[in-house]
């Protein structure tokens, strides 16, 4: 996974600088800060984990309720992969070691994954 580098603002906001005139004047520039890039946690399909246990997952790791989390385990069921949250890259990254921890430690081999969004 590419990891991009934060963006530096070209220059400085409200920093003095003079006119044609010569004087000094201070620019007022509203900065535009790109919002961070957002990962989502993709929970992926496999034979063997229960769906007891997926649902208990995505109610623990994702704060969904047993409904919205029953039905994420079985779009997961029924179309291989679905989304369980949307993260900044931080949050994601510790949401999948958090999944993958917890399947490892009950022996299922449930797998998950971040990938950023556009
Ligand atoms: N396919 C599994 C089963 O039939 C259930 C399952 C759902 C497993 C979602 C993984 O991410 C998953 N027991």
Redesign the pocket.
Known sequence: MAIKPPVTPKKPIGLPSTDEGGSVVLERRTEKVKPPQMYQVV?????????E??VVIIQEFFGKDLEAATQI??K??LEG??VCGVYSRDVAATKVDQVLDAAAKAG?P???VSEPLD
């Not at 929970?43 to 769906?51: F, G, I």
């Open positions: 929970m992926l399909n496999d034979d063997y984990t229960p769906m246990f997926v385990m079985l997961i069921h992969k679905g299922h449930l797998k998950c």
